[in-house]
């Protein structure tokens, strides 16, 4: 039973990947085709996967309806969600929303941009190394050992990261940490756009912007960001306790 389980989810995985053939699902598990179309038979009754009309099987829609109840328990999405929307309106590029999980870099929100016609990565992963998403939150880790890096601390004392086609994506992007209580780092607020459509000195340009929608988020989800954040340039902000943090930051300004 274990092993038919552990065969099941290697299974999955593999259709996460690209569609399969009966040929390739058994050769990606080491078996008999035979072994491989009860597996999927299985997995096809209950919803985990469909049989396409060329005979190749796919992800069905009940692994889609259970990821989204799963990215809906990060609370921080649903903070998050007009602050992203209201970014995403006022400079156009595509806005997402990330979290370290098991090590990896996982995409909790996204608002596309008009001109950015590539897939969706709600709920998709990325190596933190490379990304301007996973150096902002490798940075938001306790500082020691690997994360004591010049590169790393750079992305501390500045506030923000920044990547320019360094992924195997060809894209541009900047990021900026979303802080929860204590000030810790709980996920990374980001602007993307193709490398060919925005270089990354534009995208630069929109930090500011970035680093206000950051705080805005950090805000309302209970943290303790530093004070960089403008209440005039968000859209969409918690009144009640944005008002108040604002109000301190700018008395300390006069002072």
């Known amino acids: 039973m274990a ?17 399969l053939s009966l040929d390739q ?12 179309l009860r597996l999927l038979r299985t997995l096809e009754e209950h919803g985990f ?24 328990d990060f609370d921080v999405r649903q903070v998050a969600a007009p602050y992203l929307a209201a970014l ?21 929100d996204e608002v596309a941009g008009p ?28 500082a020691d050992g690997a994360q004591d890096e010049p590169e790393l601390a750079a992305v501390r004392r500045r506030g923000w990261a920044a990547e320019s086609a360094e992924h195997r994506e060809a894209v541009a ?12 780092t709980v996920a990374a607020c980001a602007l993307s756009a193709p490398a060919g459509r925005a270089a990354a000195a534009e995208l630069a340009r929109m930090v500011p912007e970035l680093l ?12 303790s960001p530093t004070p960089r954040w ?16 604002a109000g301190r930051a700018s008395a300390a300004r006069r002072r």
Request: positive net charge; hydrophobic residues 40%; charged residues 20%.
């Open 3 to 19: 092993q038919s389980v552990d065969r099941a989810l290697t299974l999955l995985g593999a259709l996460g990947e690209a569609p």
């Open 25 to 36: 699902a058994a050769s990606s598990l080491g078996v008999h085709k035979s072994t491989a």
């Open 49 to 72: 996967a469909r049989r396409q009309p060329d005979l190749r099987y796919r992800l069905g829609g009940r692994v889609l309806s259970l990821a989204e109840r799963a990215l809906e």
């Open 88 to 108: 995403n309106a006022r400079c156009g590029f595509t806005v997402r929303l990330a979290v370290l999980h098991d090590g990896e870099v996982l995409y909790l």
């Open 115 to 142: 001109a950015d016609a590539g897939p969706s990565r709600i709920g998709r992963r990325a190596p933190v190394t490379g990304t301007a998403v996973g150096r902002v939150l490798l940075a938001g880790l306790p």
């Open 173 to 184: 992007c900047v990021a900026a940490p979303v802080a929860g209580s204590g000030g810790r």
């Open 212 to 223: 206000c929608t950051a705080e805005a988020i950090s805000l309302a989800y209970g943290g």
């Open 230 to 245: 403008c209440e005039n340039r968000c859209g969409a902000r918690p009144a009640g306790r944005a008002s108040r943090t």
